[in-house]
């Protein structure tokens, strides 16, 4: 789906209510979600939870099928299917829900480049280690992505996602990266978000943005997630202020009782 056409559906479904059975679709989280996957579907339940939305969770093998990005995670509002972080942001925002109505421009412009820095390093990182490194590619990342399917799809599904993530990853360099040399990107991301954060709650001042719900579904995935190697957990952990962030984020909206 376009731009254009994600800024009509926003339009449209601006004046309706939000309503009582929204959900949002990923793929079965034990047995078939992977890393790059994982961390996008909490950032976008995190964000909900911020706005005090409800929705419900719904689990589906074919999720990224059905998914008019074909990605996930996406979430059904009424008629409306709107897929990925950025975009279901911006339809929230059209029902009148935002986490920035107080930010100055400024703030704004600086929270924006931090999520960018996030989508650009983060994002691109957890594809190349769920996809281009060997170990975790055919003992974690294939055999998930393939889990639902029978055979010869449970080979050839997975063997074209590698692919298609190699491809876009050669596009912008990042392929041909050694693992310390994306472990030491994933450190220069860290740092700049432990030196915003500071001992403060929350990067901008004292309640959450789409900043910390996106730093949340990266971080916290890779602190849960157990993998060959353990690189990115490693890396994080040296941070403790972003480590104890993830745990103030997860007791304050994920342990009290949210229905999804």
Same mark, same amino acid.
């Given at each position: ?47 909900? $939870?911020?706005?005090?939305?409800? /929705? ?16 996930? +995670? ?16 911006? /339809? ?57 399917? +029978?055979? +010869? ?49 929350? *990067? ?11 730093? *949340?579904? $990266? ?8 993998? +060959? ?24 909206? *994920?342990?009290?009782? /949210?229905?999804?």
């Amino acid at each position: 789906m376009s731009l254009v056409e994600y800024a009509l559906q926003a339009t449209l479904g601006a004046n309706e209510p939000w309503p009582d059975d929204v959900a949002l679709f990923q793929q079965y989280q034990v047995e078939q979600i992977t890393l790059p996957d994982y961390a996008q579907v909490l950032a976008v339940e995190t964000f909900l $939870h911020m706005c005090g939305l409800k /929705f419900r969770v719904e689990q589906r093998t074919n999720a990224e099928e059905m998914s008019p990005s074909g990605k996930v +995670p996406f979430i059904q509002v009424g008629p409306y299917l709107v897929s990925e972080f950025e975009p279901v942001v911006g /339809f929230v925002n059209t029902k009148g829900f935002t986490l920035t109505k107080n930010m100055s421009e400024t703030d704004r412009s600086e929270m924006r480049a931090y999520m960018s820095m996030i989508d650009s390093i983060m994002g691109n990182a957890e594809l190349y280690m769920a996809w281009l490194n060997p170990d975790i590619a055919s003992e974690v990342t294939k055999p998930r992505y393939g889990c639902s399917y +029978p055979w +010869p799809l449970n080979w050839v599904l997975p063997w074209r996602k590698q692919r298609e993530v190699k491809a876009k990853l050669k596009a912008n360099d990042w392929a041909y990266k050694s693992i310390e040399e994306v472990c030491e990107e994933v450190k220069i991301c860290c740092l700049a978000l432990s030196e915003r954060l500071e001992k403060k709650s929350f *990067f901008f001042g004292d309640s959450p943005t789409e900043l910390d719900a996106m730093v *949340f579904g $990266h971080l916290f995935t890779i602190l849960t997630t157990i993998l +060959p190697g353990g690189h990115f957990t490693s890396v994080v952990k040296e941070f403790s202020n972003l480590a104890q962030f993830c745990t103030r984020i997860e007791d304050k909206y *994920f342990k009290l009782g /949210f229905e999804q």
